[in-house]
């Protein structure tokens, strides 16, 4: 993996934040995992990026690339690409 940090938007309660942690927990992956309720300028670029929706978890990956709500299959063949 290189030196550049994976950014994760979430929140506590989203049962899709936890699934993607477990997938970067399981990678090895280490991420910046942002929390949208506790912090309002998370909360807008997450509605910039998701056309006014708040959308989690939004992935943000150091190739500038996003991924919005992905399945664990679509997380895991990110992740494959950044090795």
């Known amino acids: 993996m ?6 994760m938007y ?6 899709d934040c936890r699934r993607a942690k477990r997938v970067f927990e399981q990678h090895e992956v280490a ?10 300028a998370a909360r807008h ?5 998701n056309n006014g929706n708040q959308s989690v978890p939004t ?5 500038g690339s996003i ?3 992905p399945s664990t299959s679509a997380l ?5 690409t950044l090795k």
């Not at 991420?31 to 309002?40: A, L, S």
């Not at 992935?59 to 190739?63: N, T, W």
């Open 59 to 63: 992935i943000v990956f150091p190739d």
């Open 67 to 69: 991924l919005v709500e």
């Open 45 to 49: 670029y997450v509605e910039q990026v």
């Open 31 to 40: 991420i910046t995992y942002v929390n949208i309720e506790e912090n309002e």
């Open 10 to 15: 979430g929140t506590t309660w989203c049962g």
């Open 76 to 80: 895991t063949q990110k992740l494959a």
């Open 2 to 7: 290189s030196d550049s940090t994976i950014t």
